[in-house]
């Protein structure tokens, strides 16, 4: 088995020279396995709960650049809003106002960069966007008037399964959305580049596809294990 450290520099070589970086999925891994993969000089990482991403901003060295990449309920955003850098699963303009206005309120040096999250897979709908529905909230007023946030791209989560070209049908479907809206809202902006698709079993597809952020959880740390 290759340590961790290893995994690290495996994906530093693959992505070597490509527009794609890795964010280090981090959910139920213990704080030793995250310094690993910090001391090999990785310093992106994603978590998916709340309460897991407080306890290891606030154990972990703050040069850390911490993404959300779970579902966000709005009463918890004022948790993260002081140090988190992206939020990739906004998921409402309803979430999309509070992290607005939680970011004003700690008066951040710099705004909370946010993602659509985008539902491609035709399982676990239950969290995500239609491309139509992002439109719609670009379009609104109470969006123009947001200050505090930035718009970096889209993420989507494909469905669990082998069959590839189910999969790069789905990441073509998330970079159709994302070149829609570029063109659409964001053509002179330059802070909307990133399409955040792959994970361990399907990062290869996702970059062949134009990805521009993998999500890469047990392939760095091993299998999860759920039971504490
Ligand atoms: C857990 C998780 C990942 C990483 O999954 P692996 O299969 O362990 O690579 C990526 N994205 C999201 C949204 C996740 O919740």
Redesign the pocket.
Known sequence: MPTIAENILFFDDKLKNTPCRL?A?T?TQPMEAIMEAYHAGHRLF?E?RVQELLEKHEQLPHDIEWHL??HLQTNKVKQIASFINTI??VDSLKLLKEINMRAEAWNRSKPINCMFQIAIADEDTKYGMSCDEVEEILQSEEYRSMNYIRITGV?G?ATNTDNEEKLRQEFRHLRDCFNRLKETFFFANPDFTEISMG???D?ELAIAEGSTMI??????FGQ?NYRK
């Open positions: 964010v999925v959910k994603g998916n990449i779970g990739q699963s993420m989560i994970m361990t079993s990062y999500r890469v959880g047990s392939g760095i999860r």
